[in-house]
């Protein structure tokens, strides 16, 4: 038996080396907002909270340990009940090539980024995702998730893009 752990252990650990290095991302567009007397600032409806709540419970079992947000409002509430569930906070960072180089620091991490309709697809296009993969988001579409995986295989970066839906 002895030889058979010792046996199981050494090809454990020489195909752990096999293994591709991974990162998540997963870009979110605020939630719905309601925009009114100019305010370009606004915060989230009571839809848009629920929303919130329900990509926090989308989230729920998933790895993240960062959470990005713009400057404005929308997208701060957005990911604040992911971020109070994880237990960390959320940061903010407006530049996009700033959010591409936090992507691309990675090392085998999740991240939560809660952007914008005309931000989502130039933070994919910097990060390696092809024309495409690159999505048109509707202003009116709010429950689309866009789950990025960066792998480093062989010292070079292969990104992959899934577009899927979340909540109410």
Do not use: W
Not at 48 to 73: C, H, M, N, W
Not at 82 to 90: D, G, L, R
Not at 100 to 122: D, F, G, M
Not at 129 to 135: I, M, S, Y
Request: overall charge neutral; charged content about 25%.
């Amino acid at each position: 038996m002895k030889q058979c752990t010792t046996f199981f252990l050494l090809v454990l650990m020489s195909s752990h080396s096999l293994f591709a290095k991974e990162s998540v991302i997963y870009l979110v567009r605020h939630a719905e907002v309601l925009y009114k007397n100019g305010n370009n600032n606004p915060s989230l409806t009571e839809v848009g909270k629920e929303r919130a709540k329900s990509l926090q419970a989308f989230l729920r079992d998933k790895p993240i340990t960062k959470v990005l947000a713009t400057r404005y409002k929308r997208t701060q509430e957005t990911a604040s009940p992911t971020a109070s569930f994880k237990k960390i906070p959320v940061e903010v960072e407006d530049l996009n090539e700033k959010i591409v180089a936090e992507i691309l620091s990675l090392q085998h991490e999740a991240l939560l980024i809660a952007s914008h309709s005309n931000t989502i697809p130039k933070i994919l296009y910097l990060v390696g995702a092809t024309t495409e993969e690159l999505p048109e988001i509707d202003h009116s579409v709010f429950n689309k998730l866009f789950v990025l995986t960066v792998k480093e295989e062989n010292n070079s970066k292969i990104v992959s893009l899934e577009v899927t839906t979340y909540g109410i």
